[in-house]
């Protein structure tokens, strides 16, 4: 199967820089598009930065200008450097696949439903 592990999170101050990493691994055949989401507490969760297959990012207009995604390997690693810091980015953050991947059986499986577990992102004022 497929699985997404983050790494990265952490506590810094307002104005500070952090580093997310999400790796993909599984049986891979394609990434079409991978995010990065975040949910703050009482929230709904949100689309913070895409990066598709194709290299092109989007970034939601709260963070633009102050956070950069980039990726390596094909799309199976991603990072979300985040700079300048604001107390409102305080939220845990997600990592999320759009891709194919041969489950166990050896079946083609397409998902845009491939999640990793979540990084604490704490932002002091």
């Known amino acids: 199967q497929v699985q997404l592990v983050e790494s990265g999170g952490g506590l810094v101050q307002s104005g500070g820089s952090l580093r997310l990493s999400c790796a993909a691994s599984?049986?891979?055949?394609?990434?079409?598009?991978m995010s990065w989401y975040r949910q703050a507490p009482g929230k709904q969760r949100e689309l913070v930065a895409t990066?598709?297959?194709?290299?092109?990012?989007n970034y939601a207009n709260s963070v633009k200008g102050r956070f950069t995604m980039s990726s390596v390997g094909a799309k199976k690693t991603v990072y979300l450097q985040m700079n300048s810091l604001k107390p409102e980015d305080t939220a845990v953050y997600y990592c999320?696949?759009?891709?194919?991947?041969?489950?166990?059986?050896?079946?083609?499986?397409?998902?845009?439903?491939?999640w990793g577990q979540g990084t604490q992102v704490t932002v002091s004022s």
């Open positions: 599984g049986k891979i055949l394609r990434v079409t598009s």
């Open positions: 990066v598709t297959e194709t290299g092109t990012t």
């Open positions: 999320n696949a759009d891709l194919t991947y041969e489950d166990f059986t050896g079946v083609m499986v397409a998902t845009k439903d491939a």
